[in-house]
């Protein structure tokens, strides 16, 4: 319980840094729904590493929504708790794909003109992660949002040469990737 409320409050901080304001009670109805949704895990620490990357994801897809940034720290912090995690791969294949993801956030962390694209950094992260369950959410996350920016054309709500957060979809892939990986029947 300590780490959950410690939890929020880093949360609450990191969204206050790029002013993205999440209201308490919208927080309080997230966390709630996350933790309802880990009581389907066989056992409580998967379950709160489940919670931990979803939780996780909810503050990367509000921060690029409002700011169209996916921060360095939150990839980083979703890689380790996965990796803590465990996961359907075995932890070592698992420390072996996430090498080049090191390499690449370290080199990042040095040299900060070197990458930007957190999309693309948030793609391989889940990739090392969930493996092939996350490639085909992708598939169906990506038609989601083709449809999205469809529909925001046609009504008119942006432009074409406007640009969207692309990290939403991603995390919707994620997420259900995860839900998949850890046993639930999802279709």
């Known amino acids: 319980m300590i780490s959950l409320l410690c939890g929020i409050y880093a949360l609450r901080a990191l969204l206050r840094h790029y002013r993205a304001a999440l209201h308490p009670l919208k927080l309080v109805f997230v966390v709630f729904g996350i933790w309802?949704?880990?009581?389907?895990?066989?056992?409580?620490?998967?379950?709160?590493?489940?919670?931990?990357?979803?939780?996780?994801?909810?503050?990367?897809?509000?921060?690029?929504?409002?700011?169209?940034?996916?921060?360095?720290?939150?990839s980083v912090s979703l890689l380790m708790a996965g990796l803590l995690a465990g996961g359907q791969p075995p932890l070592p294949q698992?420390?072996?794909?996430?090498?080049?993801?090191?390499?690449?956030?370290?080199?990042?962390?040095?040299?900060?003109?070197?990458?930007?694209?957190?999309?693309i950094?948030?793609?391989l992260i889940c990739?090392?992660?969930?493996?092939?369950a996350f490639l085909r959410w992708l598939r169906l996350s990506?038609?989601?949002?083709?449809?999205?920016?469809?529909?925001?054309?046609?009504?008119?709500?942006?432009?074409?040469?406007?640009r969207l957060p692309l990290a939403p979809w991603l995390v919707l892939a994620d997420a259900m990737s995860l839900l998949a990986v850890s046993g639930q029947n999802l279709l």
């Open 36 to 74: 309802a949704l880990s009581f389907c895990a066989p056992d409580l620490r998967s379950a709160c590493m489940r919670y931990v990357q979803l939780l996780i994801l909810a503050a990367i897809a509000r921060i690029d929504c409002c700011h169209l940034i996916i921060p360095d720290l939150l």
């Open 121 to 123: 950094k948030l793609c």
């Open 142 to 162: 990506l038609l989601l949002g083709g449809l999205y920016a469809a529909m925001a054309l046609i009504s008119k709500r942006c432009k074409a040469g406007s």
């Open 94 to 119: 698992m420390l072996l794909a996430a090498l080049p993801a090191f390499i690449m956030l370290a080199m990042n962390r040095l040299w900060k003109p070197c990458f930007g694209a957190g999309d």
């Open 127 to 132: 990739a090392i992660l969930r493996g092939t």
